[in-house]
Structure formats: C-alpha cells, structure tokens
C-alpha cells in the first residue's frame, strides 16, 4: 500500500506553524482544480482531521479560510468527491456555522458557494442540505441567495420542492422580481426558480398565481426592452400554467395572455414563438371568442409555414444582437448558436396545429384559414422528410381535422366552409390510408423520439378504433410485433397503447387475432397483471379475457399454462371492480372449459370469493360470479360439493329474484344442475325450499329461466319417491297445463303452432304417473298429453316415441270417467296424424275399446270414443275396413240421431268416412276443449 504524504501527520501535530504547512500542502493538492489530486487528497483521509481543525476554536482564523477553501474545491469536484464531503459530516458543520449570527458575511458566502455546488447534483445531496433546517436562513439572505435556491430546485422531487414553497419562497421571489433594484442577472435566476416550480403540481403553480407573479410575467413578456431569452423563459412558465386545470386558464386568458402571445408571434421573433404557440393552442380550445382572438394571428402562422429559409438567418441576426462582453453574453450566444441546428420544421407544426384547432371553430375562423391560402400549405407537410413533421400530423389526424382537409382539397372557399363542420369518420380514415400514410408512419416505430414513437402509436391506435375495415392494413405495416415489444416499455403511456391496439385486433377475425397470440403476447399480458398500473392491469386482463373468450382451445391452453389462473384469482381481491370484472369473467370462461382446466380454478380457491361476489353491486362482477358457479355445478359431484358446501344454494335460491334475468337464469340452471347431482345433492336442494319457486318460475317470460325450472322440476320428480312426490304435491301438472294453454309465445311457436321441449321433457319424467291408482294425477297427465298431441305431427310422435300409448289405452276404463275423457281424447288427437300415427291404434288393440265406449253412457267419453274411431278411418281403405270390421257402424248409425249435439256431429262425420264420403275433417270437429 502506498505511504501517506508527509504533511499528512502535520495535520495532527498541536503546533499551529506545522498545522499551517500542512494546510498549505493540502490547499495546494486542490487549487489547481485538477480532479486526481483532489481524489488523492480525499483517499489520504485528510478529510476528517481538516474538519476536526475547521472545528478547534485553538486554530488561527486564516487557517480555517484556506480550510474552507479546500472545501470549496472539493465541492467543484466529480459527484464522487462532492459526496465526501456528505459521507465525512462536513454539510451539517458547514450549515452550524453558516446559521450563526457570528460567523462573518465573507465566510457565509464561501459556505453558500460550497451549497451551491452540492445542490447542483444528486436529489440525495439536496436532501441532506433541506434537511439540516436551511432553506429558511436562505430566504433571509440577500439576492445572491436565488442562486443557492436555484440550484435546490433544478431537477428535484416534488417533495423536495415542497418544502421550499412551504418556508414562504414565493412570496419572497416575487418581491424581489418585481423590485426595481433587483439585477438582472438575479430576476433570470428567479425565472428559472419559477419555471422549475411551474414543472411542480397544480397546487404549486396555483401559488405562483396567488402570490401575483402571472401579471407581473405578462408586463414583462410586453416590454419592448425585454430581453428575448427573458420572454423564452416567460413563455415556459405561461405554458404550464396554461396546462394545468381550467382555472388556471382561465386566469391566463383573464389577465389578457392571448392577445399578449398574439402580438408576440406577429412580432416574427420565431425561434421562442415556438414556446409561445402551444399556449395559443391551449387557449384556441376555450371558447369561440377566444380562437377567435388567436385567429388574429392566420397571417403570421401562415408566413411560418413557408419559413424555411428564414430562420438559420433570423439565428444569425438574433447572436449578433446579445453580442456583450459579459459571461452571460457568451452563454447566450452559445443557446442561439444551438438554434442552426433545430430543424426549422418544428416551428411549422405547432403552426400547423393551431390552424388546424381554429379550422375546426366558427365559419368566419374557417374562410380566415381559407383566404389566407393556408390548405395546400398544410397538406405539404405530408411531404416532409422529417419525423417531426409526421409526428405533428399524427397527432392532428387523432383530433380528426386532417380527414376533413383532406376531403376538401379540391373544393372551392364556399364548398370548404359548407362542408368544415362535417365529420365522416370512416370515408376520412379509408381516404387517408388509401394515401398511404400507415406505410409512412409506421417507419416512425424505429425513431428515437419517444414523441414520435408515441405520435405514430396512437395514429394506429385511431385507426383499429374507428375503423375495423382498415384492421387489415393496419397489421400489414407490422404494428403487432412492434405492439408486443412495446408492452415492455419502461413508459406506461406506451404499454397502455400497445395494449389498446392488440385488444382492438383481438377483438377482430380468426387470423388477425392468431398473428396477436402467435407472436407471443400471452405471456407478456401476464406478466402485465403484476404492474403498479391500475389501468395497465385491467386492459391486460380484458385482452386475455378475449383469448379465453373466443380462441380455440389450444389458444385457451396457452393462457392457462401460461399462469393466468392463480393470477385471476388474486385479482378477484383488487379494490378495482373493473379489474375484479375481468378476472371473474375469464375464470369463467375457464371454468367452462375441460374438466382439468375447472380443476385448478376450484383448487385455487376462487369458489369463496366468487360466493362473496354475488353479492357485489356491479352488475358485471355478480354476472361472472353466477356464470362461474353455474359452470362449477355443471361439473363432477366433487365440484358440485365444493360449490355446496361454500353456501352457493342460498345465494343462488336469492338470485332467482334478481332483476337481472341473466343473473336469474345462471342461478336457475346451477340449481338444476344439482338437482341433478346425488341424491343427498338433490335433497338439499330441495329442503332449501327450491321447488315451489321453480313451480313459479315455470310462468316466467323469460324462457330459458322457465326451460331451466322445469328441467329442474322434471329431474327431481324422477328421483326417490319423496322427492317425486314433493315436485307433483306442489302442483307442477296443473302448472304445465296452464302454460299449455296459455299464449306466451315460448310455450308455443307462433310460426310452427309447436309446443316446445320443456313441457315435454317433463312429461317424460311424470308417465309413471299414468295410472288409475292415483286418479287425480293421472287425469292430469292425460289432459297434458291431449294438449301437446293436439294438431302438431311432431308432437304427436313425441308422445309415441315417450311409449305413452299403452298406457294410455289402459285407462279407457269407464268406471274413471274423468280420466277416461282424458284418455280418449289424447288417443284421438294422435289418431289425427298421419296414416303411420293412426296405424299405432290399431297396434295397440285400441279400436275395439273405443267401440265399447260407443255405448258408455257418459256422453263426454262417447264423444272422444267417435272422433277417435273417425280419426283413424280418415286414413286409408284398410284402417276403413278395420274400424267396420270391428262393429261400429250401427252403433254411429244410432248416435247419429242422439239428443246430444256434439255426439250427433261426430257420430254424423265418422258415418260419413265409413261410406267414404268424407265431406267433414276433423279440423273442423278438432279438440278445442
């Protein structure tokens, strides 16, 4: 290791002649301000020992200033060094002595130099320094304190600039910018001060505004003798003041900025006009009168649009005239020498912008645009060469005035102001890529401008917006990869467009939302559902929720696999209810998926909190919670346990109450569906008190609640007898025959006259029913069955395929009268089908039973017994012959001339088919009972 210098240990001797010469050593290492010699000073550890004597009240006065002056130079140094000074405790020291009303004025200003320079770095070492309790003993000095404050507000935190607001800075600095005796110089750093704090909050621009520095700044950005860099530097406070909220607008455009800003870009001073037209831009947004005020400035805005030659010699003349022999003369024709080098484009986009804003305002603003020439100066610009250039047009084509201008190119001032006010979003977007602008922007994606990139974005991000036509070209230009890699952006505002553009092509075609997948953002969506970003984690949600959605079930795989079920699940806790809509929608979405892939969303716990979720106010989040239970329910009975036992019956018996009646719906079907689980499933189920609300759902008007409640209904009645039992004793028959014979429209198609499949699949479950032992469930099975084979073939053969037709020729017993109508009649509307319906009563042996009842005396039963018998004649020679053979003619001869009318007209059309005369159907003798 190498040796220490020897004036190292004069440092520590007690003699204030050798202190001296090591001091001197010391002073000389770091006065030729060269950074090694400095570090070498700072490695030898000279630090502590030169504070510990800065400290000694036995040390001479002038050995402490050249002490000091060590300090100083330190503090030129690299951040490094200047951090030495933090790390070995000499800021605290320093500011000790700085705050005492001792220490001389010649030493405090050697102290602020060191505090400026430390300021002017890392927010660490400003820190350290507002820390110790300054900023007050700064506001108390004299000006040469703004450059200290400056230095503390340059680039630093908002917490950091609090806490100079909160000592009472701005009051002060106004009263010393708006003092005549305050320099020049100082009233420059004080608007620097203002603009880092106008870069502040709302809160901290507002007390620029209270304490009355935005009058002051219009007076002096109007005097003929202000400096130009001064009015630059007005112009960037006015235009984040004018960024902020309405209000302060308003106090802008009170206190007369636009007529002020107005004169300013008339004046032809281009090069800070670039400053002062976003303001105007701002303001031409606020009322008529006001763009109207702006629009004083066409012809000037004009002229910058064919500026190009103008400005490098406006540069050249502007250096000549700040030519001083000051230092703050070199440094400002340093800042106009960099003017050379800015493209003279950037002033004629923000031009461009404000003529575009008033384009879109009165038709007098408009004709002003026109006469001064100013459409085929803008559509020029698509011809530039220059990012900038695009960049602003991308951003006028988002505020839709370019498709305006574009579509009026041809057209005279009166056709223009006729048409200005039109917007037809489509026919604009078709023409402007039919241009080829996409082409012309995508090439943007690769600037380094990440203004530009951002412009280009949401050109893109427009177009998949309002127009799905242009999807297509869009992808051509390759937009989806450069989406993807955007979505790992360190810029959120990035992510977010990227994702909006990918949802957009999600939400498109088979094939555009394969290139999306394809190209790999499912795992980069993901990853996005674990940003600090609110609104970056619900767009990546939504975007998944449309893979698992409408992708195929490879596509849905690749979701799963991918991770995003634990992370939907934990998203089901967010504070945020639209993120909690997402995720609940696509855990259902999986859970309408495979067996395996329902697994691992009940196995990750989401069953609990989509049973606290049905409770939830927003309609959407209840909607997926329901939709998600009701497809646990339509899984394995350990599923169906899982859901049970979480408490989903109550909840869901609840819902059937629900105004939503898609709500209503998932809640009826889930019952359903564990009804028809287990038995002891089923049973609790049913001792929740489902049945009679299911027998009340059967009138719902919505049909697939009364579909549901009757399956639901149908499979507890072909459970135990108990439950069968439950079902009939709560009166489901009769229930289904009034529905019958209702006219709601989803108990029959008024098209086809058919009845629907409910009733049926629930007539299906109750034949057993059809029997003499239980005669009023019977009797109403069997006017069920007339009803649905009344007039329609196909229900007709429902109910001889249900095997219905045996049993129901078995109840032909006269000695249960009412039953036996039923019977009759219900035999005799399927005899009213077709020739291979009418042959199944001659199967089943029935004809010979209807003869018989020819001479019941229940004319009721009589009457069936004849249509039946007429019914099946009414076919063919041979099912003639076969009722003629069986004796029945006589018998309808007899009847022909009964007292009763209605067995007189039967008795009367059956004779008339036996002698082939068949002058009556049976539409007209139908069953219309």
Same mark, same amino acid.
């Given at each position: 290791?190498?040796?220490?210098?020897?004036?190292? *240990?004069?440092?520590?001797?007690?003699?204030?002649?050798?202190?001296?010469?090591?001091?001197?050593?010391?002073?000389?290492?770091?006065?030729?301000?060269?950074?090694?010699?400095?570090?070498?000073?700072?490695?030898?550890?000279?630090?502590?020992?030169?504070?510990?004597?800065?400290?000694?009240?036995?040390?001479?006065?002038?050995?402490?200033?050249?002490?000091?002056?060590?300090?100083?130079?330190?503090?030129?140094?690299?951040?490094?060094?200047?951090?030495?000074?933090?790390?070995?405790?000499?800021?605290?020291?320093?500011?000790?002595?700085?705050? @005492?009303?001792?220490?001389? *004025?010649?030493?405090?200003?050697?102290?602020?130099?060191?505090?400026?320079?430390?300021?002017?770095?890392?927010?660490?070492?400003?820190?350290?320094?507002?820390?110790?309790?300054?900023?007050?003993?700064?506001?108390?000095?004299?000006?040469?304190?703004?450059?200290?404050?400056?230095?503390?507000?340059?680039?630093?935190?908002?917490?950091?600039?609090?806490?100079?607001?909160?000592?009472?800075?701005?009051?002060?600095?106004?009263?010393?910018?708006?003092?005549?005796?305050?320099?020049?110089?100082?009233?420059?750093?004080?608007?620097?001060?203002?603009?880092?704090?106008?870069?502040?909050?709302?809160? $901290?621009?507002?007390?620029?505004?209270?304490?009355?520095?935005?009058?002051?700044?219009?007076?002096?950005?109007?005097?003929? %003798?202000?400096?130009?860099?001064?009015?630059?530097?007005?112009?960037?406070?006015?235009?984040?003041?004018?960024?902020?909220?309405?209000? $302060?607008?308003?106090?802008?455009?009170?206190?007369?900025?636009?007529?002020?800003?107005?004169?300013?870009?008339?004046?032809?001073?281009?090069?800070?006009?670039?400053?002062?037209?976003?303001?105007?831009?701002?303001?031409?947004?606020?009322?008529?009168?006001?763009?109207?005020?702006?629009?004083?400035?066409?012809?000037?805005?004009?002229?910058?649009? +064919?500026?190009?030659?103008?400005?490098?010699?406006?540069?050249?003349?502007?250096?000549?005239?700040?030519?001083?022999?000051?230092?703050?003369?070199?440094?400002?024709?340093?800042?106009?020498?960099?003017?050379?080098?800015?493209? *003279?484009?950037?002033?004629?986009?923000?031009?461009? %912008?404000?003529?575009?804003?008033?384009?879109?305002?009165?038709?007098?603003?408009?004709?002003?645009?026109?006469?001064?020439?100013?459409?085929?100066?803008?559509?020029?610009?698509?011809?530039?060469?220059?990012?900038?250039?695009?960049?602003?047009?991308?951003?006028?084509?988002?505020?839709?005035?370019?498709?305006?201008?574009?579509?009026?190119?041809?057209?005279?001032?009166?056709?223009? +102001?006729?048409?200005?006010?039109?917007?037809?979003?489509?026919?604009?977007?078709?023409?402007?890529?039919?241009?080829?602008?996409?082409?012309?922007?995508?090439?943007?994606?690769? %600037?380094?401008?990440?203004?530009?990139?951002?412009?280009?974005?949401?050109?893109?991000?427009?177009?998949?917006?309002?127009?799905?036509?242009?999807?297509?070209?869009?992808?051509?230009?390759?937009?989806?990869?450069?989406?993807?890699?955007?979505?790992?952006?360190?810029?959120?505002?990035?992510?977010?467009?990227?994702?909006?553009?990918?949802?957009?092509?999600?939400?498109?075609?088979?094939?555009?939302?394969?290139?999306?997948?394809?190209?790999?953002?499912?795992?980069?969506?993901?990853?996005?559902?674990?940003?600090?970003?609110?609104?970056?984690?619900?767009?990546?949600?939504?975007?998944?929720?449309?893979?698992?959605?409408?992708?195929?079930?490879?596509?849905?795989?690749?979701?799963?696999?991918?991770?995003?079920?634990?992370?939907?699940?934990?998203?089901?806790?967010?504070?945020?209810?639209?993120?909690?809509?997402?995720?609940?929608?696509?855990?259902?979405?999986?859970?309408?998926?495979?067996?395996?892939?329902?697994?691992?969303?009940?196995?990750?716990?989401?069953?609990?909190?989509?049973?606290?979720?049905?409770?939830?106010?927003?309609?959407?989040?209840?909607?997926?919670?329901?939709?998600?239970?009701?497809?646990?329910?339509?899984?394995?009975?350990?599923?169906?346990?899982?859901?049970? $036992?979480?408490?989903?019956?109550?909840?869901?018996?609840?819902?059937?109450?629900?105004?939503?009646?898609?709500?209503?719906?998932?809640?009826?079907?889930?019952?359903?569906?564990?009804?028809?689980?287990?038995?002891?499933?089923?049973?609790?189920?049913?001792?929740?008190?489902?049945?009679?609300?299911?027998?009340?759902?059967?009138?719902?008007?919505?049909?697939?609640?009364?579909?549901?409640?009757?399956?639901?209904?149908?499979?507890?009645?072909?459970?135990?007898?108990?439950?069968?039992?439950?079902?009939?004793?709560?009166?489901?028959?009769?229930?289904?025959?009034?529905?019958?014979?209702?006219?709601?429209?989803?108990?029959?198609?008024?098209?086809?006259?058919?009845?629907?499949?409910?009733?049926?699949?629930?007539?299906?479950?109750?034949?057993?029913?059809?029997?003499?032992?239980?005669?009023?469930?019977?009797?109403?099975?069997?006017?069920?069955?007339?009803?649905?084979?009344?007039?329609?073939?196909?229900?007709?053969?429902?109910?001889?395929?249900?095997?219905?037709?045996?049993?129901?020729?078995?109840?032909? $017993?006269?000695?249960?009268?009412?039953?036996?109508?039923?019977?009759?009649?219900?035999?005799?509307?399927?005899?009213?089908?077709?020739?291979?319906?009418?042959?199944?009563?001659?199967?089943?042996?029935?004809?010979?039973?209807?003869?018989?009842?020819?001479?019941?005396?229940?004319?009721?039963?009589?009457?069936?017994?004849?249509?039946?018998?007429?019914?099946?004649?009414?076919?063919?020679?041979?099912?003639?012959?076969?009722?003629?053979? %069986?004796?029945?003619?006589?018998?309808?001869?007899?009847?022909?001339? @009964?007292?009763?009318?209605?067995?007189?007209?039967?008795?009367?059309?059956?004779?008339?088919?036996?002698?082939?005369?068949?002058?009556?159907?049976?539409?007209?003798?139908?069953?219309?009972?």
């Amino acid at each position: 290791m190498r040796g220490r210098k020897p004036w190292f *240990y004069l440092l520590q001797s007690s003699k204030n002649d050798l202190i001296e010469l090591a001091v001197r050593a010391a002073w000389g290492l770091t006065k030729e301000r060269k950074l090694e010699q400095k570090q070498v000073l700072i490695d030898e550890g000279a630090i502590p020992y030169l504070l510990e004597l800065f400290q000694s009240p036995s040390i001479l006065y002038y050995i402490k200033e050249m002490i000091l002056e060590i300090f100083i130079q330190i503090a030129r140094g690299t951040n490094k060094q200047k951090q030495a000074l933090s790390d070995e405790s000499v800021i605290p020291c320093l500011i000790k002595l700085f705050q @005492s009303p001792s220490t001389p *004025y010649f030493t405090k200003e050697r102290i602020l130099e060191i505090f400026i320079q430390i300021a002017s770095e890392t927010n660490g070492q400003k820190q350290i320094i507002m820390d110790e309790g300054d900023v007050p003993y700064f506001a108390k000095l004299s000006q040469s304190t703004v450059s200290a404050i400056c230095g503390l507000t340059k680039e630093q935190k908002l917490e950091q600039k609090r806490v100079l607001i909160d000592e009472g800075l701005i009051p002060y600095l106004v009263k010393h910018f708006q003092s005549p005796s305050t320099p020049y110089f100082t009233k420059e750093r004080i608007l620097e001060i203002f603009i880092q704090i106008a870069r502040g909050t709302s809160k $901290q621009r507002q007390m620029l505004i209270d304490e009355g520095a935005i009058p002051r700044l219009i007076e002096v950005l109007l005097l003929p %003798s202000t400096l130009y860099f001064t009015k630059e530097k007005i112009c960037k406070i006015l235009i984040r003041v004018c960024n902020g909220t309405t209000e $302060q607008k308003q106090v802008l455009i009170g206190e007369g900025v636009t007529p002020c800003l107005v004169e300013a870009v008339q004046s032809l001073t281009r090069y800070f006009t670039k400053e002062m037209i976003p303001v105007l831009t701002n303001i031409v947004n606020e009322t008529s009168k006001q763009t109207y005020d702006v629009a004083r400035a066409i012809r000037s805005l004009c002229i910058l649009l +064919k500026a190009a030659k103008e400005l490098p010699d406006l540069a050249v003349r502007q250096i000549k005239t700040f030519t001083w022999t000051t230092k703050q003369a070199n440094q400002k024709v340093l800042r106009c020498r960099l003017l050379l080098c800015i493209k *003279y484009n950037f002033l004629t986009t923000i031009a461009a %912008s404000v003529l575009c804003i008033i384009m879109s305002g009165t038709e007098k603003q408009i004709n002003q645009v026109i006469q001064n020439d100013f459409i085929p100066d803008f559509i020029t610009l698509f011809k530039f060469d220059d990012e900038i250039i695009a960049a602003e047009a991308a951003r006028v084509i988002q505020t839709d005035v370019i498709p305006r201008f574009i579509d009026l190119l041809k057209s005279d001032s009166e056709v223009c +102001k006729k048409n200005a006010g039109k917007n037809y979003v489509e026919d604009q977007i078709d023409m402007l890529v039919h241009a080829g602008i996409l082409s012309y922007f995508s090439k943007l994606f690769e %600037s380094d401008n990440e203004v530009i990139v951002a412009e280009a974005n949401k050109v893109f991000f427009d177009i998949l917006i309002l127009s799905k036509e242009q999807t297509n070209n869009v992808i051509q230009t390759g937009v989806i990869p450069h989406f993807i890699n955007l979505l790992e952006s360190d810029d959120e505002d990035m992510v977010l467009f990227a994702i909006y553009g990918l949802s957009q092509i999600l939400g498109g075609r088979e094939g555009q939302k394969d290139q999306v997948i394809e190209g790999g953002a499912i795992p980069r969506f993901i990853d996005l559902l674990e940003s600090n970003d609110e609104v970056i984690v619900r767009e990546a949600a939504k975007c998944l929720c449309k893979i698992l959605m409408s992708g195929t079930k490879k596509q849905a795989d690749q979701v799963i696999q991918a991770g995003v079920i634990p992370r939907f699940i934990h998203l089901l806790e967010s504070q945020n209810e639209s993120i909690v809509a997402f995720a609940a929608y696509g855990l259902s979405n999986i859970l309408d998926g495979t067996e395996g892939q329902a697994d691992q969303v009940t196995k990750g716990d989401a069953v609990p909190r989509f049973i606290d979720l049905l409770e939830s106010d927003n309609k959407y989040i209840a909607l997926s919670a329901a939709r998600g239970l009701f497809h646990v329910t339509a899984g394995t009975e350990e599923q169906k346990d899982q859901v049970i $036992q979480a408490g989903v019956i109550p909840h869901f018996i609840d819902l059937l109450e629900s105004d939503n009646e898609i709500i209503a719906a998932f809640a009826t079907h889930g019952l359903s569906n564990i009804l028809g689980g287990t038995e002891e499933q089923t049973d609790q189920v049913i001792e929740a008190g489902v049945i009679p609300l299911f027998i009340d759902l059967l009138q719902s008007d919505n049909e697939v609640i009364a579909e549901e409640a009757a399956r639901g209904l149908a499979i507890a009645a072909n459970g135990t007898t108990q439950q069968r039992d439950q079902v009939i004793e709560a009166g489901i028959i009769t229930c289904l025959i009034d529905l019958l014979e209702s006219d709601n429209e989803f108990i029959v198609d008024p098209k086809s006259n058919q009845r629907k499949n409910l009733v049926i699949q629930a007539l299906r479950r109750f034949s057993s029913f059809l029997a003499i032992e239980q005669p009023v469930i019977c009797e109403q099975l069997c006017r069920l069955i007339a009803i649905i084979a009344a007039r329609d073939p196909k229900q007709k053969q429902i109910i001889i395929d249900a095997k219905l037709l045996m049993p129901l020729k078995d109840l032909l $017993q006269p000695s249960s009268p009412l039953i036996c109508k039923q019977a009759a009649r219900a035999l005799a509307n399927i005899a009213a089908g077709t020739i291979q319906q009418k042959i199944w009563s001659i199967r089943i042996r029935a004809v010979r039973r209807f003869v018989e009842l020819l001479e019941d005396e229940n004319v009721l039963v009589c009457e069936q017994a004849i249509r039946a018998l007429a019914n099946i004649a009414d076919g063919s020679t041979e099912l003639r012959e076969e009722v003629i053979e %069986s004796g029945a003619r006589p018998l309808l001869l007899a009847l022909s001339e @009964s007292p009763h009318l209605a067995v007189r007209n039967q008795a009367i059309r059956a004779m008339s088919i036996l002698d082939d005369e068949a002058l009556i159907s049976d539409d007209d003798f139908s069953d219309n009972e």
